[in-house]
Structures are given as structure tokens and as C-alpha cells.
């Protein structure tokens, strides 16, 4: 197995991806190829002393930035990174592609050279989140800023195929994101998704659920447009941030309540580690015809790490297949299609 990534892709590119990768290699043993301008990737491996003997390089002279223009991938980024490991996996010369580089772009790239399975409308991010009871799958986390109610039944059934496959929750409870749970609650595209899931008979569909109720183990499956879906991944990292800063602050304040800290020192570490989005490493996007992840784009090297973990995972579980197996389940009534 050979996991692609791209070398210059997020805010700590190139020396957090190289260490990741490094860490992955040695940890996992899969084949690794870093993407990118070569003489950098050997000059910063060199400088921080890193070996790269056993990791492959495949050159690629330009990078996408995260100020560029999504469809720059497909113009005049052809030479980025991201784009030359994508193109990478659609040849063939790897399993696996992981990038912390921007989420528009990888979308795009992802759809257009990698290529939508058949009968997928709208690619997903969808990323696993802690709960009080076990770890969810909330998508789309911003592939999908403006979505149909189609695009969301679709997010529903790949959710609901991922998190069964992968995170291996049997019937997995599928709801969607609302402001109430009532079937009344929401705005037109919520009324639709809800009529729309409600009648899908290949899902464990719960209805609507409140965001507050989400960090208590309330579904397996959240399905929201990307507009919402990103406010929900980006509020929960920060509530979970801000949260384990209080607790230390609050540890930190006399001899006695460090004393306390020091007694209570294992379960605070297992509760970091819940909370904390480096140890899922990156999500999937998932609907297009090959294992892309996406890697936070502030990710050190134990996200990247991590990433590259999960991007063996979905190998090895055949993620893209078996979506493309179920897409004959995956038919939309006429009365809610739309032209893309």
C-alpha cells in the first residue's frame, strides 16, 4: 500500500508533513510519497535532520495557496502539489492521497481528476467527532457550502455506509442537524431532506436533533449542507479547546488543586485526547473514486500521522467500492432532483 501526500499543503508545510510522514512510516510501514518541490522537501529533511531513505518523492514545482481560487487547481496550479498527487491517484500510483491544503481545492481537484463515483451528485467531507458516548460521523463539513435536499439524502446514505464500514457501528442512527426536533422545525431545504430521509428505507433514519444534544452521543450519522456542518466542526473544536484550557488554568491556581491534577492526571490525558482533533487526523472526502483525505490545515505531525492512518484505514476497508456498490440504492425522487 502507497499513501500519497502533498508535502507543501497547510499552514505548517513543509516540515510537520515530512515529520508525520516520517512518524507514519515507521509506525505503520506502508509505502509513503511525499508531493512536492524535491530540492525543499530533501533541503528541510536534511536541516532537521530527518531521514527520507525510504520515502519517495514525486516533484512538483508549485503550490496552491490557500488565497487561491478553488478551479486554480484545474488552470494554473496544474503543477501544485495537490494537484500532481491527485492526478497521482487517479494514475494509479498510489492507494491514498492526504493533504492539509485547501479544502476548496482538494474538492475540486478531487472531483474533476480523481472523478465523482457514478451517481454521486456532490463529493462529502465528513469528519469523526467524540461524543459523551461514542465517536460520530458529522457531514458535509464544508465541501457543499449551498446544498438540495438530494445532496443531503446522498450525504446521508455515504455516512451511513462509512460509519457502518468504517467506524463499524452496526444500523448506524442517521439524524439531521436542526434548530428543533420536531418535524416541523427548519427552513425549506430542511423540510425537504427531512420528507426525503424519512422515506429512505436503506438508513436508520432518527429525524432532526438539536447540535446540543450531539456532544452527548445522541446519533451516529449528522447530516448538515456544508455551510452548517463547518460551523458545527469549527465550534466543537473550539468549545473542546477552550474547555481543556480552563480545566488546566483551574489545576494551576494553588499547590492543593495541583495536587488534584496529579490525581486525577490519567483521566484529564484520555480526556485531551478525546477532545482533541489531532488524533482523528484528517476525514474523508467521501463520494469520489479514491481515498482522499483532508487533513486539518493547522495539523503538526501527529495529525499528519494520524491522517495517514486513517487514509489505511479507508483502504483497507474499501470505502470508495463499496460507496460505488450502494450507489444503485441511491436513487433520488424526480420531484427533488435538480440540474447540477
Known amino acids: 500500500m502507497k499513501i500519497i501526500v502533498d508535502a507543501f499543503g497547510g499552514d505548517n508545510a513543509p516540515l510537520e508533513i515530512i515529520k508525520g510522514s516520517r512518524s507514519a512510516k515507521n509506525d505503520f510501514g506502508v509505502d509513503i510519497a511525499l508531493v512536492g518541490d524535491k530540492e525543499k522537501i530533501f533541503s528541510c529533511a536534511a536541516q532537521n535532520k530527518i531521514s527520507l531513505n525510504d520515502i519517495d518523492i514525486i516533484d512538483a514545482p508549485d503550490v496552491i495557496a490557500m488565497t487561491d481560487q478553488p478551479g486554480e487547481i484545474l488552470k494554473s496550479k496544474k503543477e501544485s502539489s495537490m494537484a500532481v498527487g491527485l492526478q497521482a491517484l487517479a494514475d494509479g500510483k498510489g492507494d491514498a492521497f492526504v493533504s492539509a491544503g485547501s479544502t476548496g481545492a482538494l474538492v475540486m481537484g478531487a472531483t474533476f481528476i480523481v472523478k465523482r463515483i457514478r451517481g454521486v451528485k456532490r463529493p462529502a467531507i465528513g469528519s469523526v467527532l467524540p461524543s459523551n458516548d461514542k465517536p460520530f460521523l458529522l457531514l458535509d463539513c464544508g465541501a457543499n457550502a449551498d446544498c438540495t435536499a438530494e445532496h443531503l439524502k446522498q450525504f446521508a446514505q455515504?455516512?451511513?455506509?462509512?460509519?457502518?464500514?468504517?467506524?463499524?457501528?452496526q444500523s448506524p442512527r442517521v439524524a439531521l442537524a436542526n434548530i428543533g426536533t420536531e418535524d416541523s422545525k427548519g427552513d425549506r431545504l430542511r423540510h425537504e431532506a427531512f420528507d426525503l430521509l424519512k422515506d429512505t428505507k436503506e438508513i436508520n433514519f432518527i429525524g432532526n436533533v438539536e447540535t446540543r444534544d450531539v456532544p452527548y452521543g445522541?446519533?451516529?450519522?449528522?447530516?448538515?449542507?456544508?455551510?452548517?456542518?463547518?460551523?458545527?466542526?469549527?465550534l466543537y473544536e473550539g468549545v473542546a479547546g477552550a474547555m481543556m484550557a480552563n480545566i488546566k488554568s483551574i489545576f494551576k491556581k494553588s499547590s492543593i488543586t495541583m495536587l488534584a491534577a496529579m490525581m486525577v492526571k490519567g483521566g484529564l490525558l484520555a480526556l485531551k485526547v478525546r477532545m482533541d482533533y489531532s488524533e482523528f487526523g484528517g476525514a474523508p472526502l467521501l463520494g469520489v473514486n479514491g481515498v482522499v483525505i483532508k487533513a486539518h490545515g493547522s495539523s503538526d505531525a501527529l495529525a499528519i500521522r494520524n491522517a495517514i492512518r486513517q487514509a489505511i484505514g479507508a483502504v483497507e476497508a474499501d470505502v470508495a467500492a463499496t460507496l460505488a456498490a450502494n450507489m444503485d440504492h441511491m436513487v433520488i425522487p424526480k420531484e427533488y432532483q435538480h440540474a447540477e
Not at 218 to 234: E, P, Q, R, S, Y
Open 158 to 169: 455515504m455516512g451511513a455506509i462509512y460509519s457502518e464500514k468504517f467506524v463499524k457501528v
Open 218 to 234: 445522541c446519533c451516529d450519522v449528522l447530516v448538515a449542507d456544508g455551510f452548517t456542518g463547518n460551523i458545527i466542526l469549527k
